[in-house]
């Protein structure tokens, strides 16, 4: 499978933007999907997962009740978005797929190209 990812930008802290990304293949859906991130100097971060269905959804403490997951087989789409921005969220931002629903990075076979989001202060 392969993603695109697209939505990043610059924006002020305590602003949102919304992180798409859009995957190819008809076997989207059997696949758990993911959003993560890598900060200057820092480890990959598995912010959000998803389910395939979208029924489970999981979130990294750093950004639990700001950022919400979902998905949509339909498109082949998989969606971030962020709310109340924090300087802290800095990154790169990768969308990934998987068979595993997890939190480690590392089970995540197939990734995109990564968005750079900036949050300024």
């Known amino acids: 499978v392969q993603l695109q990812a697209s939505g990043g930008g610059l924006v002020q802290a305590g602003g949102s933007l919304r992180l798409s990304c859009v995957a190819s293949?008809?076997?989207?859906?059997?696949?758990?999907m993911a959003w993560i991130r890598q900060a200057p100097g820092k480890e990959h971060d598995v912010v959000a997962a998803?389910?395939?269905?979208?029924?489970?959804?999981i979130y990294s403490d750093p950004v639990r009740g700001r950022f919400t997951i979902s998905r949509d087989d339909a498109k082949n789409a998989v969606y971030l978005q962020m709310n109340s921005l924090k300087p802290e969220d800095t990154a790169v931002y990768y969308c990934?797929?998987?068979?595993?629903?997890?939190?480690?990075?590392?089970?995540?076979?197939?990734w995109g190209q990564g968005t750079l989001v900036t949050v300024s202060s």
């Open positions: 990934a797929a998987g068979k595993f629903f997890s939190q480690r990075a590392g089970v995540y076979n197939y």
């Open positions: 293949g008809r076997t989207f859906g059997s696949y758990v």
């Open positions: 998803i389910s395939t269905g979208g029924a489970g959804r």
